[in-house]
């Protein structure tokens, strides 16, 4: 089980940061999420659902280490799991993205070990895109806070502002607008995901046949797009015993 002190201690440094190589590296961590509830609320004309949903940081991590390179491309190699390591993948997009924000000329070489599970509403793909976000702007101190990195994760994905920040927090609009909230409590968590889980679009199918759902009904408990979870969450206690704010164990 993970141990750990304060939520910001995890999210904002890196687990290692060199510079007394060639190269510049850098290792993060990105923790996948839960919904507490979820409220659907409207419909955009593009097709993005309006929501209103608590989401919620827990324990389970992917980590990966983002390398420069002078090459001047971004590579990325997958372990623990065999989704896609090509441009499209949400790593690649969010260190292009990076690269073109900043006028970067080096390249990333990118390594990604996967833990959270994939399709299963916890946002491991924006999770990761996240932690390139934050991994970047670590490595070279950019001048930009988090309201900037959520300006440029917006048009990669809506979960991906939520993860930049973590914690616990109310999300509107299409998921981009944050309200930090104060840590839940006493409650502990059952991952039932062992079983294929249904991505976001299939989902959204299903949602477009739920009588009443695009008129605001609570769809309480959810997971995110992937799924339902049910169970009870408690937030873990560092070594100090004192509590992790805003970070739950699954």
């Known amino acids: 089980m993970l141990r750990a002190t304060a939520w910001t201690a995890f999210h904002s440094s890196p687990v290692r940061c060199s510079e007394g190589e060639t190269m510049k590296r850098i290792e993060k961590r990105a923790y996948g999420k839960i919904n507490l509830s979820l409220d659907v609320v409207g419909k955009r004309e593009d097709g993005y659902h309006l929501v209103r949903m608590v989401m919620q940081t827990v324990g389970i991590s992917d980590t990966l280490e983002i390398v420069q390179a002078q090459h001047g491309e971004v590579h990325l190699k997958v372990l623990g799991s065999d989704i896609t390591a090509g441009p499209d993948n949400l790593v690649c997009r969010a260190a292009q993205a990076m690269r073109e924000a900043f006028d970067l000329r080096d390249g990333f070489d990118i390594t990604l070990e996967k833990h959270i599970p994939a399709a299963a509403g916890m946002a491991g793909g924006s999770a990761d895109a996240a932690a390139v976000l934050t991994g970047i702007r670590d490595m070279y101190s950019l001048w930009a806070d988090n309201t900037r990195l959520r300006e440029i994760a917006l ?31 006493q409650c502990e968590l059952v991952d039932g995901g062992s079983h294929p889980a249904p991505g976001s679009s299939d989902n959204g199918k299903a949602l477009r046949k739920c009588p009443g759902a695009e008129d605001g009904e609570r769809l309480s408990g959810d997971r995110g797009a992937g799924g339902a979870s049910e169970g009870r969450g408690r937030p873990e206690c560092g070594d100090d015993g004192e509590r992790s704010h805003g970070l739950w164990h699954l």
């Open 155 to 185: 048009p990669l994905g809506a979960d991906i502002p939520y993860c930049v920040e973590g914690g616990t927090a109310l999300c509107e609009g299409i998921g981009e607008v944050l309200t930090p909230l104060p840590d839940w409590l």
